[in-house]
Structure formats: structure tokens, C-alpha cells
């Protein structure tokens, strides 16, 4: 038996969680655990109320705006029929991908609306930073001129270097938020693996049809956990998969320690989506005195007319290859990432 099987089936990460105490790497573990829990449920309370507050200005727009908001919908069925067809190439399959995610995007930015089954579709994992940036070396000292001062040169070569140590700090802290992403990424796959060898469907293929029907829809929610990057979640889900005895022992408390330092950059992130969340939205159509509101609505009412239109008339297009050929084509040469 390989060290990691005995891991797996001795002892499960959030399994510590239902011991009043234990070592100090099982309690920075649930401590890394509980913040991402409230993080998460402040996200979610924030996002809830903001979508209400969003839908209850559309239902005053009224017909207008649940006509566009269908209008948008209609669009998911052509798009995915298009990259089950055949006749796209691989990178018109991602265009028609990011075009789905960006509908998305917008019928939940714009209206409100739970797009949740969509974008865990085909929504990408986040990406990783970029790599490190080498700073800019300081330029050769040159003797002053004749109408230059002494001073001035070297107030000019202290600029260069202050420049260069903030191009360092830049280049250090995009290295450690690498190292970060990447502990964050192999801690998530490690975990992904484990449950898909405890869930994968053909375990229950000789089960009963509910039984198989339970483990398909269980192996569809770690492949979105894992999709999205959420360690939480398939630590959480790993717990359940089992009911190992709890234990504290050299290898489980490295282990602890190895996902605490993973979870610690999706705390980092999702503290980042609260910030952003929590900022107001500028030139919100519900923003602005009473007579700026009327005024703008009325203006909103006749643009979502005419984009419900526009993306009635994109759906009939969209049924032809050729069509949507053409659609994705010019959506590149303008630059565009959505409808």
C-alpha cells in the first residue's frame, strides 16, 4: 500500500474538524476551513442581495427587459449545438466557449439572473499569474555635461534606482503569488484525483440505477469543484467520502499543513472577489436623482429593444455553420468577446 493510499483511507483532512481539539496543524486546518466558510457566506450574502436589488429595477423596466434577457438565453442553444456538431475548428470551439461564459456574464451582471449551471459548464479556471517580469538594469552612470550640476546627475541616477527596487518588489511579489498559485493547483489536482478514484461512475456500474444516478451527479460536483479551483469544496467532499478513525500523526499533520498553505491563497482570492463585490457599480441605471432615473429609463428602454433585435435576429444566424463562422469573425477582427 503507497503512503498515499494509506493517507487517503486513514485520515481525511476536515475529519479533524469534529474533534473539540487536536495538534496545531489540524487546527490551522479548520481555521483556514472556517475562514473560507465565512467568506464565502459574506460572498454570497452580498451577491444575493445586490441580484435582488438588480432584478427588482428590471421588473420595473417591465416586457422590455424580460424580452432581452430571453432574447440572451435563446442564444445558449445554438452555441452549444455548434460545438457538438463538428464543424468548428478547435480554436472556434474556444471562441464559441468564451462566448457562452460571456452571456453568462451578462444576464447575471446586468439582470440579476442565476447563471450558475452555465457558467460551471464552461466557465475556465482562473488563470494563474503571470510570470516573473525582469527589472529594467540601470543605465551606465555618464560624467555630467557642461550646463549639468553634479546634484542633478545624482538625483537622476537615485530616480533610476528606486525605480529598479520597485520593479524588484513587482518581480518578488509576482514569483511568491506564482508559488502560491501553483501550491494552490497541485494541492487541488491531488485532491481531485483522490475522489475520482473513490466516485469515479464505473465503480457503480454493477449498482442499481439510483445508485449510479447518485454517483454521476456526485462526480459532476467535484469536477465543477475542481473546475473552479475550489480546494474547500473537494476537501469537503473528500471528508464525506469516507469515515476514517481521526488521527494525528507526523505524515497527516505534513499533509494538514500542505493544504492549510493551499487554502491560504483561496482565502487570498476570494478575500479579492469581496473587495471587488463591495465596490459600487458606476452609472448604475438605479443610481441618481428621480428625474435622471425617469430619464434613463426611458433610454434603456429603447436600447433593450433594439439588442433584443439584434440578438433574435443573431439566434436565426447562429443556426447555419457558415453564419457563425462569419459572426465569430467579425466579433475578432472588432475585438469584441460577446454579443
Known sequence: MTDSTFLQRQWLPDRVATAAVG???????????????????????????????????????????????????????????????????????????ELLVHNAHSLERRFGEDEGEILARYAPTPPMPDDEVAPTPLPPAEPPTAHELPHERAAEVARARRQQRKQQQRATQAQAAETEGQSLLQNTKTAYRQLARLHHPDRAAQADAATQQAQTALMQRITAAYAAGDLAALLALLATSEAPTPSSSPEADALLR??????????????????????????????????????????????????TDYLEYLARQLQEPASLRQLLRELTVNELAGF
Open 23 to 97: 495538534s496545531p496543524a489540524q487546527q490551522a486546518f479548520r481555521a483556514a476551513m472556517a475562514a473560507i466558510e465565512a467568506l464565502r457566506a459574506q460572498l454570497s450574502t452580498l451577491r444575493a442581495a445586490q441580484a435582488a436589488m438588480r432584478q427588482t429595477y428590471w421588473r420595473q423596466v417591465g416586457p422590455v427587459a424580460a424580452a432581452a434577457v430571453a432574447a440572451r438565453r435563446a442564444l445558449y442553444a445554438p452555441l452549444e449545438t455548434a460545438l457538438t456538431d463538428g464543424h468548428l475548428s478547435r480554436a472556434e470551439m474556444v471562441q464559441v466557449t
Open 258 to 307: 500542505r493544504y492549510t498553505a493551499a487554502l491560504a491563497q483561496q482565502q487570498a482570492q476570494l478575500t479579492q472577489e469581496l473587495a471587488a463585490a463591495q465596490r459600487p457599480v458606476e452609472d448604475a441605471p438605479w443610481s441618481g436623482t428621480e428625474k435622471q432615473q425617469r430619464t434613463r429609463l426611458r433610454q434603456i428602454k429603447r436600447d433593450l429593444r433594439a439588442e
